[in-house]
């Protein structure tokens, strides 16, 4: 018996995925113009592939930790960390599973 599409696995990560978690990483605790180019990119290509998504947000949340401990530029500089934190808000989201009744205006009491 074949399992549904969505008990599937993700398809393993291509080339380009492989690619854009490296610049991604690279420019993780950068203070360059680099970030916004790389913020970008997470999000685009964490919205495509799960794969990338997972390491993003595990990357992020590392370095997001090691910045609250007091290390310091483990993010880059305060306008680098802010965009940071907002990546990974919006990479976490995307795993949500969606509230239907809430999408559509249906009240609490009646879901």
Partial sequence: MELPDFLKPDT???????MAVCAIRYAIG???YIVADAARWAREYGAKS???R???IRDLQEAIDKEDRGFTGALGDEMDARVWREVL?????????????????????DR
């Fill in 12 to 18: 393993p990560p291509t080339d380009q995925d492989s």
């Fill in 30 to 32: 950068r203070r360059s």
């Fill in 50 to 52: 799960a794969w990338v």
């Fill in 54 to 56: 997972s390491v993003v």
């Fill in 89 to 109: 808000s919006e990479l976490q989201a995307h795993d949500r599973p969606l509230d239907v009744g809430a999408t559509i205006g249906v009240p609490q009491e």
